[in-house]
């Protein structure tokens, strides 16, 4: 089949990928990459971390370091994956705009397949593909929909936190429900680090979706409860300052540093597993925060 992955272009996106472009081999892909940033990311402190650790410096720096020195670890970076797979990776601005819009209708894609996407599909980029279109959302729908739900989640005390792979429709994360994947919540866990597990949880459950769709089923969904849905935005700066009195941490460098590594070669040198070492990264987003920029 032709299938159209479409993902963000960050750290997470990368890890998502690299669950799935292993698992499809034998498939057509192209993957599109979104760059949408966050509202306030450039002046809540909480979002100028997120931004340094999931963007600056894995794209800026890691990644391109890796790709310069040609090393490759467990995971791969955008370009080694690109190169390994056969698949083209490209950035996309305007999903729904005239050139996407022609450059999809001639490649007719089966299925679209988005995680962390962030640009919202229209209806006319829905309905190029013939066997559906479906999305990995990293909360519990109906209750978590819109954005940072693993946050919402975590302030809010759930026990546990979950991921829905559910039908793409013209809403924001409204359409039907394929699967509910949850995980336990841990005291004292920050909460970046369930990201790459919430997204296995999901990736898995999307994986067997495509198998059934390619065996010839049609995959049973189930449409939410609307009295029950709930939309989130991106936190303001008083949500943040009331988040922090609840003393849950946001990021941990240890969890961050052990992603990071899993891009490096077993027999990566000295010098390029410095790169991943907490106190450097500690160092690094501290002169961030305070700087506006690091010294990478």
Same mark, same amino acid.
């Given at each position: 089949?032709?299938?159209?992955?479409?993902?963000?272009?960050?750290?997470?996106?990368?890890?998502?990928?690299?669950?799935?472009?292993?698992?499809?081999?034998?498939?057509?892909?192209?993957?599109?990459?979104?760059?949408?940033?966050?509202?306030?990311?450039?002046?809540?402190?909480?979002?100028?971390?997120?931004?340094?650790?999931?963007?600056?410096?894995?794209?800026?720096?890691?990644?391109?370091? #890796? @790709?310069?020195?040609?090393? !490759? /670890?467990?995971?791969?970076?955008?370009?080694? $994956?690109? =190169? +390994?797979? *056969?698949?083209?990776?490209?950035?996309?601005?305007?999903?729904?705009?005239?050139?996407?819009?022609?450059?999809?209708?001639?490649?007719?894609?089966?299925?679209?397949?988005?995680?962390?996407?962030?640009?919202?599909?229209?209806?006319?980029?829905?309905?190029?593909?013939?066997?559906?279109?479906?999305?990995?959302?990293?909360?519990?729908?109906?209750?978590?929909?819109?954005?940072?739900?693993?946050?919402?989640?975590?302030?809010?005390?759930?026990?546990?936190?979950?991921?829905?792979?559910?039908? #793409? @429709?013209?809403?924001?994360? !409204? /359409?039907?429900?394929?699967?509910?994947?949850? $995980?336990? =919540? +841990?005291? *004292?866990?920050?909460?970046?680090?369930?990201?790459?597990?919430?997204?296995?949880?999901?990736?898995?459950?999307?994986?067997?979706?495509?198998?059934?769709?390619?065996?010839?089923?049609?995959?049973?969904?189930?449409?939410?409860?609307?009295?029950?849905?709930?939309?989130?935005?991106?936190?303001?700066?008083?949500?943040?300052?009331?988040?922090?009195?609840?003393?849950?941490?946001?990021?941990?460098?240890?969890?961050?540093?052990?992603?990071?590594?899993?891009?490096?070669?077993?027999?990566?040198?000295?010098?390029?597993?410095?790169? !991943?070492?907490?106190?450097?990264?500690?160092?690094? $987003?501290?002169?961030?925060?305070?700087?506006?920029?690091?010294?990478?």
């Amino acid at each position: 089949m032709k299938l159209l992955l479409c993902t963000k272009n960050d750290l997470f996106g990368a890890v998502i990928l690299n669950y799935l472009l292993p698992e499809l081999r034998g498939h057509e892909i192209r993957v599109l990459l979104s760059d949408k940033a966050r509202s306030g990311e450039d002046t809540i402190p909480e979002l100028r971390a997120e931004k340094f650790l999931e963007r600056e410096y894995p794209l800026d720096h890691f990644f391109a370091s #890796l @790709d310069r020195e040609a090393t !490759t /670890g467990q995971w791969l970076t955008f370009n080694a $994956l690109a =190169a +390994t797979f *056969g698949v083209p990776i490209q950035r996309e601005y305007a999903i729904n705009g005239r050139e996407s819009t022609l450059r999809l209708t001639t490649w007719a894609p089966d299925l679209i397949l988005s995680a962390r996407f962030s640009l919202i599909f229209k209806p006319h980029i829905l309905a190029l593909a013939r066997r559906g279109a479906y999305n990995v959302h990293p909360g519990v729908l109906p209750g978590y929909a819109g954005v940072m739900a693993p946050l919402r989640a975590v302030w809010n005390g759930e026990a546990r936190l979950g991921c829905t792979v559910h039908v #793409l @429709d013209q809403g924001i994360d !409204t /359409g039907p429900v394929y699967s509910i994947s949850h $995980l336990s =919540a +841990t005291p *004292g866990r920050a909460v970046q680090s369930y990201i790459p597990d919430l997204y296995r949880l999901g990736i898995d459950s999307l994986l067997e979706l495509v198998k059934s769709i390619e065996r010839g089923h049609r995959p049973a969904v189930v449409p939410q409860d609307t009295s029950a849905f709930r939309y989130f935005r991106p936190p303001t700066a008083e949500e943040y300052r009331a988040g922090r009195a609840k003393n849950i941490p946001l990021f941990d460098l240890d969890d961050y540093s052990k992603i990071l590594r899993q891009f490096l070669p077993a027999h990566a040198a000295n010098e390029t597993r410095h790169r !991943t070492d907490r106190s450097n990264l500690e160092s690094l $987003l501290s002169q961030h925060l305070k700087q506006g920029t690091a010294p990478l």
